[in-house]
């Protein structure tokens, strides 16, 4: 997945030349893109301009396909190497498991308790985000332009993710119409755009912006359901 979410991975062309093209391999065919895509993915702070993300760790690194990436432990990783079996990282009751598939999975307590606390500091934070946040067009044309760099490679899918119900209400007062938006871009590409944020579940969030694992792996295999 070509995440457009709000921690997110943006089209590297803007500012690492070539950075893209370690990612696909140019001979590949008949792939499944699937690009997710929300209004905070598309917004950055009014105070800034340009892709802030050229200043950061991504802006200087030069590779991106290798495992262990050693320019990214040596250039860019500032936890200490510690953080790497959990630690500074994460919370103490928090695991991070990195599967072989690509998966990040995130251990975390689900408790209602530690739900409704997490959930309150995530919707105080993007409350905050919908005053600071102004939604951006130059960041609008790079998912434009990350949906026809994959397009020759195989078919592509535009993808609005379930939400919370306050999440999904934050969103739409934030930018108004943006599914109508994104289903004009899906079609003016010829894609096939999916607005889930109201998919059928129940799903249950971590947060009321990331879905537990349990429900991601629902509503993976619901996802697929409609791709094939």
Do not use: C
């Amino acid at each position: 997945m070509f995440n457009f979410g709000f921690t997110r991975a943006i089209p590297l062309w803007p500012y690492i030349p070539g950075g893209h093209h370690q990612k696909l391999h140019p001979a590949t065919r008949h792939g499944q893109f699937v690009v997710s895509a929300d209004p905070w993915a598309l917004s950055e702070r009014k105070d800034e301009t340009g892709f802030p993300e050229a200043d950061r760790f991504l802006g200087r690194m030069r590779t991106f396909n290798a495992t262990p990436n050693l320019e990214y432990l040596v250039r860019a990783y500032g936890a200490g190497w510690g953080g790497l079996i959990g630690g500074p990282l994460v919370e103490v009751d928090t695991t991070l498991l990195l599967h072989e598939n690509g998966w990040l999975e995130v251990r975390i307590p689900m408790d209602s308790a530690s739900i409704a606390q997490r959930t309150r500091q995530k919707r105080k934070e993007y409350e905050a985000l919908a005053v600071e946040f102004t939604y951006r067009q130059d960041r609008l044309l790079y998912l434009e332009r990350t949906i026809e760099f994959l397009k020759p490679h195989g078919t592509v899918v535009l993808v609005r993710i379930p939400v919370s119900g306050w999440m999904r209400d934050l969103e739409n007062e934030y930018r108004p119409g943006f599914s109508n938006e994104m289903q004009r871009l899906a079609d003016a590409h010829h894609v096939l755009y999916v607005d889930d944020t109201e998919a059928p579940g129940p799903y249950l969030f971590t947060d009321g912006n990331h879905l537990a694992a349990t429900s991601a792996k629902e509503y993976s295999r619901w996802l697929a359901t409609r791709l094939r």
